[in-house]
């Protein structure tokens, strides 16, 4: 695909382990990249993932479902007009009301997440 389509933008939604992978060669191949969480397995491989993304002159995102909503675009503006004064700690709490998806799959499984090599 990345050969003979050549896409201008790719969405990594792949098991945990290969999210590194592919997305390097999708952004050696001239795309960008927006890349499911966790990014990588490790900070070595997400510290590959964004030098070659910087090399390769490619955007590359990582999804963070709630980043954009209205309540944390919200926050974000209040810091940065300094309603918060200057921060030194803060803490977050996330609420899954429909479960966790398929736990018989890899998705719940720690060790089907990862390579077997690892």
Known sequence: MLKDVKPDLVSIALPNFL????????LRAG?????????????KQARRMAMIAKQAGRKFGINLSYRFTPAAR????MAERGF?????HATTRWLRRDAFPGF???????NASRAADR
């Not at 919200?74 to 503006?77: E, R, S, T």
């Open 19 to 26: 999210h590194a992978s592919v997305s390097i060669d999708c």
């Open 31 to 43: 795309a960008h990249v927006l890349c499911e969480k966790p990014m990588a397995l490790d900070v």
């Open 84 to 88: 918060l004064g200057q921060p030194y």
């Open 104 to 110: 018989g799959g890899w998705f719940g499984q720690k």
């Open 74 to 77: 919200a926050l974000k503006d």
